[in-house]
Structure formats: structure tokens, C-alpha cells
């Protein structure tokens, strides 16, 4: 089994000549390849760059930065001529494959859709480990292991030679999960330190992103009590930067329209979420019913956000 965090061929490209992300002249998203040969095109907005040009040197050529799951089944193909290698994943040309035989083969998935194998695969490989752990959120270090975990469970037993092995530098604590098998364990430090910090999940959250004048009015509106605190509103960038996983869409609708979107964070002592959640949507609702000018998102408890 070869797991890769990244479908597709190319996911993410970029500059040859001054390795800039390779980004849409139109919506400055970030260009894929999607086949051998193909024409990058944008992962946002889906236009083809035909006649791309780098937007900071002037370079024409492109190389890779993200290689996906289609790109790796290819390598792994020439690498190991005769032996049969399926894809599995949503976006693969067979879709998620759910179960392989006892048969000899390399089987290269996307996180959660591993196929299961009959008696168990003989070795897994967990590729770019690095990427999977170095995106900006607060739950990177949980998703990595349980997308690691997901896949190990499938191999079949160490003592009947079972084999895993992790490619690439990964931040270190959920390697050492991993190794050790405790998740637990992970689990019980990670909560520890969210709660001296005051992070999700020790805290509730809730999000508001929109025209400044429109979340301030809305914060207004609920009039929250006393046990929220509310940090921000600040701006948000209008375009979502090249960070570690620049293949990520838009991080809010408004990062591709609204310089002046601002984000503001609502937390709270989960003794007194109920009543803050119930607040804040109660004071949507109201701006909607009277159709205020602006624009508010609400989310509660929003994933990957932080």
C-alpha cells in the first residue's frame, strides 16, 4: 500500500526558473497538471493556462512541487515493470476501490480510500509526510496520525512481517505516536496544552468573516455574555498566500473579492456555549430577515480553521 496525500498528477506546480507557486492569471489560484502532457489549468476556477507566465520573473516553464497519486502509480509502474498497480480515490479513473485480492501488486490510494486487502497488505509507505504534517492548522498533528493509523491497521501484523515506513521530515510528535502506537497518549498531551492556551476543543469557537461594519453590527446584536471573548475582528488576507499547502482552495468565499473581509473569533467556556451559539445564530437570522447590507458567515466549531 502507498498512500499519498495528494490526488491527481501534478496538484500543485511551479515556477521553474524562481520556484514561485504557479498560480491562474485570472483568480491567482494555484495551476495543476492534471495528465502527462496536459495543460496546467487552475484548481479554483478550472481556466486553462495556456500561455502561462510567471508573474514574478517572466519564466515559462514549469516543474513540479506536489507530485499526486495518478504521478506516483506512473513512477511506481516503471519502477516495477509487470507488477499490477491500481489507483484508488475519488478522482481516480476506477473511483475507491474497496477491497484487492491476495495477490501481488502495489496499490496507491489517497487518505481514506484504502482499499482493504485480502489478509492484509504486506508493507505500507506513507509518502510526504512532510506536507501532511506541514500545513497551518492547529489540528495538523491529528489528522496526520489518524490518516497514518488508518492505513497501518490495514498491514498486517509485525510479527507475521508486517512493514511501515514513513517518507519525508514530518513534525516529530505524531511520528512518535505512530511508532509507539499510543494515540491516546497524543491525544491526552494535545488536550492538555490546548487547555492551558484556551484552543479548541478545551474552548468553543465560533467564526465570523465579512465587511467589518456587518460583523461588528452582528457582534453588537447578540450582545454576548460576559464569559465570551471575542478576539478581533481582523483583516483577512485578500487572497489566500502560498503557504505550505497553497493546493487548498480560498480559505473563506470572500478571500477573492473583499480587501476589507475581516475575521473575528468568538471564544467560550463550553459551559457557556449553548447560549453563545444561540446568540450569534439568533442574530444572523435577524440580518437576514432584514436583509442588512454586508455580508456575515457564522460557523461554529469549524474545522482547520485555526
Known amino acids: 500500500l502507498v498512500q499519498?496525500?495528494?490526488?491527481?498528477?501534478?496538484?500543485?506546480v511551479a515556477c521553474a526558473r524562481c520556484r514561485e507557486v504557479a498560480r491562474c492569471g485570472t483568480c491567482h489560484g494555484p495551476l495543476r497538471v492534471a495528465d502527462a502532457g496536459g495543460v496546467?489549468?487552475?484548481?479554483?476556477?478550472?481556466?486553462?493556462a495556456t500561455a502561462w507566465r510567471c508573474e514574478h520573473c517572466g519564466g515559462q516553464h514549469l516543474r513540479s512541487v506536489r507530485v499526486g497519486s495518478d504521478r506516483t502509480a506512473e513512477e511506481l509502474g516503471r519502477a516495477f515493470p509487470g507488477?499490477?498497480?491500481?489507483?484508488?480515490?475519488?478522482?481516480?479513473e476506477g473511483g475507491v476501490v474497496a477491497r484487492v485480492p491476495a495477490r501481488r501488486a502495489l496499490v496507491v490510494a489517497t487518505p481514506g480510500a484504502e482499499p482493504t486487502a485480502e489478509g492484509g497488505y504486506a508493507a505500507a509507505v506513507l509518502l510526504d509526510a512532510a506536507v501532511v504534517t506541514g500545513r497551518d492548522s492547529l489540528d495538523v498533528g491529528e489528522q496526520a496520525l489518524r490518516t497514518w493509523a488508518r492505513a497501518c491497521?490495514?498491514?498486517?501484523p509485525a510479527p507475521?512481517?508486517?512493514?511501515?515506513?514513513?517518507v519525508g521530515e514530518a513534525a516529530p510528535r505524531p511520528v512518535q505516536a505512530l511508532v509507539r502506537w499510543d494515540p491516546a497518549g497524543f491525544a491526552e498531551r494535545e488536550l492538555a496544552e490546548r487547555r492551558d492556551l484556551s484552543l479548541p476543543p478545551?474552548?468553543?469557537?465560533?467564526?465570523l468573516e465579512g465587511a467589518r461594519h456587518a460583523v461588528e453590527a452582528l457582534l453588537s446584536?447578540?450582545?454576548l455574555p460576559d464569559a465570551a471573548q471575542v478576539l478581533g475582528p481582523l483583516p483577512v488576507p485578500a487572497t489566500a498566500g502560498p503557504g505550505p499547502d497553497p493546493a487548498r482552495g480560498p480559505d473563506t468565499l470572500l478571500d477573492l473579492v473583499h480587501e476589507e473581509a475581516v475575521r473575528a473569533l468568538v471564544?467560550?467556556?463550553?459551559?457557556?456555549?449553548?447560549?453563545?451559539?444561540?446568540?450569534?445564530?439568533?442574530?444572523?437570522?435577524?440580518?437576514?430577515?432584514?436583509?442588512?447590507?454586508?455580508t456575515v458567515r457564522l460557523r461554529l466549531e469549524p474545522q482547520g480553521l485555526l
Not at 499519498?4 to 500543485?12: D, E, N, Q, S
Not at 507488477?83 to 481516480?92: F, K, N, Q
Not at 512481517?161 to 514513513?166: N, Y
Open 4 to 12: 499519498v496525500p495528494r490526488a491527481g498528477y501534478l496538484p500543485v
Open 40 to 48: 496546467p489549468s487552475c484548481r479554483w476556477c478550472g481556466r486553462l
Open 83 to 92: 507488477v499490477p498497480v491500481r489507483v484508488s480515490g475519488a478522482s481516480a
Open 153 to 156: 491497521a490495514l498491514v498486517r
Open 160 to 166: 507475521e512481517g508486517g512493514t511501515v515506513v514513513v
Open 202 to 207: 478545551a474552548v468553543h469557537v465560533a467564526v
Open 221 to 223: 446584536r447578540a450582545d
Open 267 to 294: 471564544r467560550t467556556p463550553w459551559a457557556s456555549a449553548d447560549a453563545v451559539s444561540a446568540r450569534l445564530v439568533a442574530a444572523q437570522a435577524t440580518r437576514s430577515a432584514r436583509r442588512e447590507p454586508g
